[in-house]
């Protein structure tokens, strides 16, 4: 599962784009995600926040890919206009009831663009990486997006952001590799979610599983 690992760097992004936006428990965004023709449904929404951290869970439904449920939960220091950190990830699947904490190996096992990327507050750096304003349509309608495009090695990820559609931001993403098999997929916006109850209490975590260490590295 590293794909996982790249959606919550995009998440980051629309973060650090928008860092004055008042942030809301329980409101996020559904998604549709496609990879090798197949669909998995993804939420992505705020579990907590408060002035200095926040915490934004995924939930990504039972498919052909994924046959259970799995949540993830990562947790970002937000302190006055100090870059964005993440410092903690969580994981909860169906067949394990239990909370596990992930570690700092197995939130950066992507290959390919790192949260490092995506960890800024400056503007000019935002901007180097905009294309245009452009129209894209998704099962959530037609919307009017900001187009970023970040390359880095083999991986070629176009994505689109708008403030319509925060908190998450995320309109439509495509990430592209001719190396990675798992770095190919796309995700689009299907509505905004509003009163979501987070299923993963950090403070019930423990130490992650090698069952899970494998599932992770799939």
């Known amino acids: 599962m590293r794909i996982i690992k790249f959606i919550i760097l995009i998440y980051v992004f629309s973060l650090s784009h928008s860092y004055s936006f008042e942030f809301k428990k329980g409101e996020g965004s559904e998604f549709t995600f496609s990879t090798e023709g197949k669909n998995?449904?993804?939420?992505?929404?705020?579990?907590?926040?408060?002035?200095?951290?926040?915490?934004?869970?995924?939930?990504?439904?039972s498919s052909e890919i994924i046959s259970m449920n799995m949540w993830q939960q990562f947790i970002f220091g937000l302190k006055d206009k100090s870059p964005i950190a993440l410092k903690a990830g969580y994981i909860k699947t169906g067949e394990n009831n239990n909370v596990e904490k992930m570690t700092n190996e197995m939130i950066r096992v992507n290959k390919g663009v790192q949260i490092e990327d995506f960890l800024f507050t400056d503007k000019k750096v935002i901007d180097k990486d905009f294309i245009a304003d452009e129209k894209i349509e998704t099962p959530a309608g037609v919307i009017i997006a900001k187009h970023y495009k970040k390359v880095t090695m083999d991986q070629t990820v176009d994505f689109w952001i708008a403030d319509m559609v925060k908190p998450i931001g995320l309109v439509k993403l495509v990430s592209k590799s001719e190396k990675t098999k798992t770095n190919n997929y796309e995700i689009e916006l299907k509505s905004l979610l509003k009163n979501v109850d987070a299923t993963i209490n950090p403070k019930d975590s423990k130490p992650i599983s090698e069952s899970t260490k494998k599932l992770l590295n799939k």
């Open 40 to 61: 998995v449904n993804l939420n992505i929404y705020i579990a907590n926040v408060d002035s200095q951290e926040m915490a934004v869970e995924f939930h990504f439904g």
